[in-house]
């Protein structure tokens, strides 16, 4: 089974135009990405990035060439699941991990353990979704492109062909999924993913703070630095709202 990873990207994102492109650090968050499912030895030469043909994404485009990244253009701006099980055809696989653009610290060691699955069992989805124990930001969908396109054809809603795999979650007893968990890594106030500016500079500090690892570092040591950070926000807000209420009681 020939299996590639699919980088969905946009530039223009309603709460962070441009976001994929953004800078952190010294390099562009899809850089991030593509560069740590480089550390995949599984996928060695099958990371593509499926856009749109519209001039917005041009930049994106732009960027893959300067990188030698395959880039996969579609007039499917809204009909996202198409446009993977399109890009899936035309480079020649059997199946696509899912990878979102604005997740600088998607993890190669799930992507493995996502392809592993999906080969051995012979799952038609392998997801660490459902439930969500893992960390917004840190995920892997894995698809079969048989199963995949035959639940699209057949039942696929508009907004199912937007959001790619919720006809999935929303159907399960439809086919085989397989579930990946974690142990204690899932802190819903943690997000490391990039959906607006603050997320941008909240994980731009923590990798800056942490330093030696780079685009290579461990996204758990990211995750608790960002844990941390949650817990003694949170803190200061109990703290503020037990002194108002005391001061209010007083007068």
């Known amino acids: 089974m020939v299996t590639g ?119 038609d989805m392998v997801t660490n979704l459902l439930p969500r124990t893992w960390p917004y930001g840190i995920s892997a969908e894995g698809l079969r492109l048989s199963s995949f396109v035959r639940a699209y054809e057949r039942y696929f809603s508009p907004g199912d062909r937007e959001h790619v795999t919720s006809w999935f979650y929303e159907n399960p007893e439809h086919f085989h999924m397989e579930s990946l968990r974690s142990g204690d890594l899932y802190n819903p106030a943690v997000r490391m993913t990039v959906d607006t500016e603050e997320d941008l500079m909240a994980l731009e500090s923590v990798l800056s703070e942490v330093g030696d690892g780079g685009i290579r570092v461990h996204f758990s040591r990211v995750y608790h630095k960002l844990s941390q950070s949650a817990k003694s926000q949170n803190q200061i807000s109990a703290e503020k709202y037990l002194s108002s209420s005391i001061q209010k009681q007083a007068s």
């Open 5 to 123: 990873a699919l980088i969905v990207a946009r530039m223009d994102s309603r709460r962070f135009h441009g976001k994929v492109l953004a800078r952190l650090l010294d390099e562009p968050v899809l850089g991030w990405v593509v560069d740590r499912l480089g550390q995949s030895h599984q996928l060695a030469g099958r990371v593509a990035v499926a856009t749109t043909d519209r001039s917005v994404d041009d930049p994106i485009a732009e960027f893959c060439r300067s990188r030698a990244i395959p880039v996969w253009r579609s007039g499917r701006v809204n009909d996202v699941a198409g446009r993977l099980a399109e890009a899936c055809r035309g480079l020649g696989w059997d199946g696509f991990l899912r990878v979102n653009a604005d997740s600088p610290l998607v993890d190669a060691g799930l992507v493995e353990m996502a392809l592993d699955r999906l080969e051995k069992t012979g799952a």
